[in-house]
């Protein structure tokens, strides 16, 4: 069973970036999808970037296209989501997904906050 914990999260004025990591643990790492989302207050969680298993694809939602960019280090089991130029509205919990259907995990969520 695949375990997830992000950290990198906090407090940052506009402008200014942040990096979120998502530690895994588990088998077959390797064979996984790896996707941030992300949930205002008040919103439903929405999709934010993933990085496919195999060939590295990556997908970006139109909101953080050119500001944020989704790496993963499969020898250190650990995704990265660099966030740049952050603005208010980019601000709610953000959550680790990992997919190798039917298999799924979630990682407990880390809090960013952009606000002056």
Same mark, same amino acid.
């Given at each position: *069973?695949?375990?997830?914990? /992000?950290?990198? %999260?906090?407090?940052?004025?506009?402008?200014?970036?942040? @990096?979120?990591?998502? #530690?895994?643990?588990?088998?077959?790492?390797?064979?996984?999808?790896?996707?941030?989302?992300? *949930?205002?207050?008040?919103? /439903?969680?929405? %999709?934010?970037?993933?990085?496919?298993?195999?060939?590295? @694809?990556?997908?970006? #939602?139109?909101?953080?296209?050119?500001?944020?960019?989704?790496?993963?280090?499969?020898?250190?089991?650990?995704?990265?989501?660099?966030?740049?130029?952050?603005?208010?509205?980019d601000t709610g919990t953000y959550f680790c997904n990992a997919v190798d259907r039917p298999y799924y995990?979630?990682?407990?969520?880390?809090?960013?906050?952009?606000?002056?």
């Open positions: *069973q695949v375990q997830l914990v /992000e950290s990198g %999260g906090g407090l940052v004025q506009p402008g200014n970036s942040l @990096r979120l990591s998502c #530690a895994a643990s588990g088998p077959s790492l390797n064979h996984y999808s790896f996707g941030w989302f992300r *949930q205002a207050e008040g919103k /439903e969680r929405e %999709g934010v970037s993933c990085i496919s298993a195999s060939d590295r @694809r990556t997908y970006y #939602a139109d909101s953080v296209k050119g500001r944020f960019t989704i790496s993963r280090d499969n020898a250190k089991n650990t995704v990265y989501l660099q966030m740049n130029s952050l603005k208010p509205e995990a979630w990682g407990q969520g880390t809090q960013v906050t952009v606000s002056s």
